[in-house]
T-cell receptor, first 116, second 114 residues
Framework: GAVVSQHPSWVICKSGTSVKIECRSL??????MFWYRQFPKQSLMLMAT?????????EQGVEKDKFLINHASLTLSTLTVTSAHPEDSSFYIC????????????FGPGTRLTVL | AQSVTQLGSHVSVSEGALVLLRCNYS??????LFWYVQYPNQGLQLLLK??????LVKGINGFEAEFKKSETSFHLTKPSAHMSDAAEYFC????????????FGKGTRLHILP
């Protein structure tokens, strides 16, 4: 089946630093990747949609200058949390949609970000 | 606009008993509905999906769900719970299969009692 990986699985950083999270589709080409944020005991909230080679589309209320998304290839998208603060601590999950036409999204295992 | 409501943030059932996880949806257009499962430290896995074909949908691991338009429900069931079913379950809705946005419920944690 389609596998999506994320790296790192968890990261702890100091306030004010930037953190990059990678999302890779391991055995398929992903034309579209999605980034979600999951707070404890809450839903997954879509942050942005990225298509390979074009700018990401951000959901309302998501700061595009703070959450930089790059989708430079059909197998890799990155989310960079710039100047991270404690309120950015969360579980970040990516998903990828392939080119097979069935439109199913395959989810990565998530990255736990803790900002001290 | 679409939304889903999952009733019960925690559900406990005994091993071998019926599993019933409730999901009600709201949609201004005919919905497509999904159930996902999330095991600890893992990604979301699709259990099953309703795409306007048969109202009773069978998924993986013995789960099934029935789409009831009159009740705006899409409850997830399994006749006999296994210990391995302990996980977080998410109901989700989207407007069409080609719609980018999947709206998730808050999730239900399923506990299996020995």
């Amino acid at each position: 089946g389609a596998v999506v990986s994320q790296h790192p699985s968890w990261v702890i950083c100091k306030s004010g630093t930037s953190v990059k999270i990678e999302c890779r589709s391991l055995d398929f080409q992903a034309t579209t990747m999605f980034w979600y944020r999951q707070f404890p005991k809450q839903s997954l909230m879509l942050m942005a949609t990225s298509n390979e080679g074009s700018k990401a589309t951000y959901e309302q209320g998501v700061e595009k200058d703070k959450f930089l998304i790059n989708h430079a290839s059909l197998t890799l998208s990155t989310l960079t949390v710039t100047s991270a603060h404690p309120e950015d601590s969360s579980f970040y999950i990516c998903s990828a949609r392939g080119t097979s036409g069935n439109n199913e999204q395959f989810f990565g295992p998530g990255t736990r970000l803790t900002v001290l | 606009a679409q939304s889903v409501t999952q009733l019960g943030s925690h559900v406990s059932v005994s091993e071998g008993a019926l599993v019933l996880l409730r999901c009600n949806y709201s949609s201004s257009v005919p919905p497509y509905l999904f159930w996902y499962v999330q095991y600890p430290n893992q990604g979301l896995q699709l259990l099953l999906k309703y795409t306007s074909a048969a109202t009773l949908v069978k998924g993986i691991n013995g789960f099934e769900a029935e789409f009831k338009k009159s009740e705006t429900s899409f409850h997830l069931t399994k006749p006999s719970a296994h210990m391995s079913d302990a996980a977080e379950y998410f109901c989700a809705v989207t407007g069409t299969l080609w719609d980018d946005k999947i709206i998730f419920g808050k999730g239900t944690r399923l506990h299996i009692l020995p």
